[in-house]
C-alpha cells in the first residue's frame, strides 16, 4: 500500500515536472494527493449520510476536521518533512516503459474513479436536498 501511495506521488511528480508551473514537483504532488484523499473523504461523508444517517450534518466538527488533520499529517510525513520521496522517484524512473504505463493508467484509473465517486455523491445530495 505504501508503495501504491508513492507511485501515486511519483506520477504527479512527474507530471508537475512537465508542466508550466512554477511550483516545485514535490509540492505540486503532495498538494494533488491531498485534494484526491480530501474529494474521497467527503464522497464517503456523503454516501455515509445518504445512506447510513440522514440526520447527520456534514460540517466542521471533531468528526470532520480530525480526519482532514489525519489527511494532511499522512502527506507531511511522507513527503514534506523527509525527502524519503526521492528514492522512490529513482526506484520508479528505473522502472520499463511497459510497467510506467501500466502505472499510469492505473493512476488515471485512480483518479477517474475518485472524482466521479465525488461528483455523484455530490448529485446525490442535491437530488436529497432538492438543490439545483
Not at 56 to 72: E, H, M, N, Q, R
Amino acid at each position: 500500500m505504501k508503495r501504491a501511495y508513492y507511485y501515486l506521488f511519483y506520477k504527479f511528480y512527474r507530471f508537475g515536472e512537465l508542466s508550466p508551473s512554477n511550483l516545485p514537483s514535490d509540492f505540486t504532488a503532495t498538494f494533488a494527493i491531498a485534494v484526491l484523499e480530501v474529494l474521497f473523504f467527503t464522497a464517503l461523508n456523503f454516501y455515509y449520510i445518504d445512506f447510513v444517517d440522514p440526520a447527520y450534518v456534514f460540517g466542521f466538527s471533531a468528526k470532520t476536521i480530525i480526519p482532514l488533520v489525519l489527511i494532511l499529517l499522512i502527506n507531511y510525513f511522507a513527503f514534506i518533512r523527509t525527502d524519503k520521496w526521492k528514492v522512490y522517484v529513482k526506484e520508479f524512473d528505473a522502472t520499463s516503459e511497459n510497467e510506467k504505463n501500466r502505472g499510469t493508467l492505473i493512476v488515471w484509473g485512480i483518479v477517474i474513479f475518485i472524482i466521479a465517486l465525488f461528483a455523484y455523491s455530490v448529485h446525490m445530495m442535491s437530488v436529497e436536498t432538492g438543490i439545483k
